[in-house]
């Protein structure tokens, strides 16, 4: 299984852009990259994926670097319901891939 | 719409015995996946559903078992609990045949503790 690289935690400031970087050097041509977060207390929750083009949805945008070792999640205002654990994934083509969590990235939002 | 539903939300074991967690999945959907949570770690696959029959596993042994019935509801059974095995329980459900990146809706776990 392909293998993500995020940093253990970051902070941010309510109301202020939020730029989620992972790493992924290793993804292969057919890998799609999905975001999911995990708020505390609740089941993980889908963000937004991509495979080589930038994504926007109304959740998020998924910058997907030109290489694709690399993608950033970028929160546009962040607030107090952001704060989460925030996965970067790797799964291959075909229905119902198995989702392979990493550890994951806390954000802490400040008010 | 009703998401993902999982019970019962909360469980006590002791070592030894046997549990079985249940799960609902979001209308529409077909397939279902199980994950264990570790505290302070990510979801770990333990194995998928679709038509009733296994179609994939984790690296999980045989006492973690499941099954879907024809309603596309599951159930989890773990036998011969370990201290090992408390964990936030998660049940995530997709629909078959959307094609490439399905996107997988969890519920909100059952928590498992065994003492």
């Known amino acids: 299984d392909a293998k993500t690289t995020q940093p253990n935690s970051m902070e941010s400031n309510e109301e202020e852009p939020v730029h989620l970087p992972c790493n992924h050097s290793?993804?292969?041509?057919?890998?799609?990259i999905h975001w999911y977060r995990q708020l505390p207390s609740q089941g993980p929750e889908y963000v937004i994926h991509g495979l080589t083009s930038n994504v926007n949805n109304r959740m998020a945008s998924l910058a997907i670097a030109e290489d694709r070792k690399s993608s950033t999640l970028i929160l546009h205002r962040a607030t107090l319901r952001d704060a989460a654990v925030y996965y970067c994934i790797l799964s291959g083509q075909g229905g119902s891939e198995k989702l392979v969590f990493g550890k994951g990235m806390k954000l802490t939002v400040n008010p | 719409d009703a998401g993902v539903t999982q019970s019962p939300t909360h469980l006590i074991k002791t070592r030894g015995q046997q549990v079985t967690l249940r799960c609902s999945p979001k209308?529409?959907?077909?397939?279902v996946s199980w994950y264990q949570q570790a505290l302070g770690q990510g979801p770990q696959f333990i194995f998928q559903?679709?038509?009733?029959?296994?179609?994939q596993r984790g690296n999980f042994p045989d006492r973690f078992s499941g099954h879907q019935f024809p309603n596309y509801s599951s159930e989890l059974n773990v036998n011969a609990l370990l201290l090992g095995d408390s964990a936030l329980y998660l049940c995530a459900s997709s629909p078959e045949g959307q094609g490439f990146a399905d996107t997988q809706y969890f519920g909100p776990g059952t928590r498992l503790t065994v003492l």
């Open positions: 209308s529409g959907h077909d397939t």
């Open positions: 290793t993804i292969s041509g057919t890998d799609y």
């Open positions: 559903y679709y038509e009733e029959e296994e179609r």
